[in-house]
């Protein structure tokens, strides 16, 4: 099956932008015959969507809402399966969460997961912390999600091998050297530990908050890292062999952005 992972620099917004690189994304990498496509930690709104609003009170919809419709449409349209990550509302506690939201290729949310390990601050302290984990079935596969610095816990990714997981994606927004250290430290004991494959999709750009210009987008197996790349931005391809549980080659197809 071939996967694309959306490297690309949304973490400042504004949300109209980052739909259009999102849309734009979604359709060169269906365009090629990807079939899983994953976008970075919430790459609707931007990253730094709320330090923006830091004197004003914050907006969050229910999800999906009338903004993502067009990426529903186009994931039913070109029959893909999408990982979108977004800010939401839950409807019955009006709770706010850093959540991605797994389309499915007819359209609809086959399941979400919501952030477990939101930092403190301007930039996540808008979120509750998720209280589920949970793989969510795709197809005839199972796949579990992890946000960001939920890999830095391993016992995350071991639970949701437990509970059957085939596959661990985690989109991020996590620089080198920052949050304690190198992200890939943290995906590779993951992988290891829970003896399943980490698809890590990353994004790009330089904000004056954090820069994310050397973030690392990954293919990470048994405890080491198969696929790497940090830099402009690009769809990233790799075809993945799930009964063998590995990537068929050992570098990712890019195409800019």
């Known amino acids: 099956m071939k996967v694309a992972l959306l ?20 359709r060169l990498a269906a365009g090629v015959g990807a079939r899983w496509i994953v976008t970075p930690e919430t790459a609707v709104q931007g990253y730094f969507f709320a330090c923006e609003r830091e004197t004003k009170p914050i907006e969050i919809p229910i999800q999906p809402s009338i903004t993502v419709e067009p990426i529903q449409k186009l994931a039913a349209e070109r029959q893909v399966t999408v990982f979108l990550c977004c800010a939401e509302q839950d409807e019955e506690s ?26 403190s601050g301007v930039s996540e302290g808008w979120a509750n912390k998720g ?6 079935m795709c197809g005839d596969r199972k796949a579990g999600i992890l946000i960001c610095a939920d890999s830095w816990y391993e016992e995350n990714a071991v639970a949701l091998a437990d509970k059957g997981a085939d596959i661990i994606v985690v989109p991020a927004a996590w620089p080198p050297n920052s949050c304690g250290g190198p992200p890939e430290n943290a995906w590779k ?9 980490l698809w890590v999709c990353n994004q790009t750009g330089k904000q004056e908050r954090l820069d994310f210009t050397h973030a690392q987008s990954a293919v990470v197996v048994d405890g080491e890292m198969r696929l790497e790349y940090s830099g402009d931005p690009a769809v990233l391809l790799f075809e ?18």
Request: net charge positive; aromatic share 8%; proline share 6%.
């Open 189 to 197: 004991k993951a992988s290891a530990v829970s003896k399943r494959a």
């Open 94 to 119: 009006s709770k706010y969460y850093n959540s991605c939201l797994v389309i499915g290729p007819d359209g609809n949310v086959l399941g979400r997961h919501r952030k477990k390990q939101a930092h």
């Open 131 to 136: 209280e589920q984990l949970e793989p969510i």
């Open 240 to 257: 993945w062999d799930f009964n063998k549980q590995c990537p068929w080659v050992n570098e990712f197809a890019v195409l800019p952005l």
């Open 7 to 26: 490297h690309v620099d949304v973490s400042g917004g504004p949300e109209s932008r980052n739909l259009e690189i999102l849309s734009q994304s979604i």
